[in-house]
DNA sequence: GAACCGTGGTA
DNA sequence: TTACCAAGGTT
């Protein structure tokens, strides 16, 4: 086995460039890494930055995060976006400890039993803090392979399995050097290869690159729409859960009601968020962050 | 497989 | 200003 086409030039650019962050640090924690993960999706890292470094100070460890309730994860978790992320964290927290002695399992079966951690999270847990062999496939290195190698600007909304096996098919063959690949491969794609204007001048694999020998000829598929938000329940509950956030003490109805006119959409909401376990409708009438 | 799940920055 | 984008996962 050979390393691929790539990494040489990939691994040195990111020798030179990688960015300074903490939870790549020597010393960062697998619990650490598994936060940072988790924060990190579908929210840009100048955000989760300062959320990861305030979580962190509160919580070292998983247990000390466990052997709190799930509304001060939520409480924590402040704007980042997709609360309910911090109520995934906050149970793998628990079983971590109840289940893993109190210490993040390194196998990726383990890791993606665990809840909120899909095929991407665990093997970036697996290579991040544990230096395993795994393809770590984002949108990061979705957008650098649909360009290196299939020649075209964006890749395809949903993942496939001809990308899964694309990426297989690159991870260099000592877990060390996979490892360091995995990581450089995802900055190129951040700092580099990015979706609106790609740095080409700056890559270091720009003379391997289909999309630009081609000329770089623009997406031609189906509209890449991202969803609309104004209007929409998700904008109803994060009205609704920033009352809660912002409240020591458990609300009244009537201060949620003000959030939003619309009775019908409002009582959806509420009723949804209740169901996800993110607001806790206490028996006096008044709601309050779950405990 | 498509829809849903938050929030804020940028062009 | 609207539209897109940001280290996805679950149903």
């Not at 109520?87 to 809840?115: F, K, M, Q, W, Y």
């Not at 690159?170 to 951040?190: I, Q, S, T, Y």
Request: aromatic share 8%; charged share 20%.
């Amino acid at each position: 086995m050979f390393d691929n086409p790539y990494s040489t030039a990939v691994l040195a650019w990111y020798e030179a460039n990688a960015r300074d962050l903490p939870w790549r640090r020597p010393g960062a924690s697998p619990w650490s890494v598994l936060v940072s993960e988790i924060m990190l999706q579908q929210t840009p890292v100048v955000r989760v930055l300062p959320a990861w470094e305030a979580w962190m100070a509160r919580w070292p460890t998983p247990a000390d995060l466990a052997a709190e309730p799930s509304g001060e994860a939520v409480r924590m978790w402040n704007r980042l976006g997709y609360p309910r992320r911090a109520l995934n964290l906050h149970a793998c927290a628990r079983t971590i400890v109840e289940r893993h002695g109190g210490e993040v399992p390194d196998s990726h079966a383990d890791l993606l039993a665990l809840p909120g951690v899909g095929s991407y999270t665990a093997a970036a847990v697996a290579s991040f803090a544990f230096g395993q062999r795994h393809a770590v496939l984002d949108t990061n290195v979705r957008r650098v392979l649909a360009r290196a190698r299939t020649g075209v600007e964006y890749p395809p909304k949903t993942q496939t399995r001809a990308e899964v096996a694309l990426a297989e098919s690159l991870v260099p063959p000592e877990p060390a050097v996979a490892a360091r690949w995995a990581v450089a491969v995802m900055e190129l794609g951040a700092l580099v290869c990015t979706a609106r204007s790609p740095a080409c001048a700056d890559c270091p694999i720009a003379g391997q690159c289909a999309w630009r020998l081609a000329g770089k000829p623009p997406y031609d598929g189906p509209p890449r729409r991202g969803q609309t938000y104004a209007g929409t329940d998700r904008q109803v509950r994060g009205r609704l859960l920033a009352v809660l956030r912002e409240s020591a003490a458990p609300v009244p109805k009537a201060a949620l009601d003000v959030v939003w006119d619309e009775p019908i959409q409002r009582e959806r909401a509420l009723d949804a968020l209740v169901a996800d376990g993110l607001v806790d409708p206490l028996e006096d009438g008044t709601y309050a962050l779950p405990g």
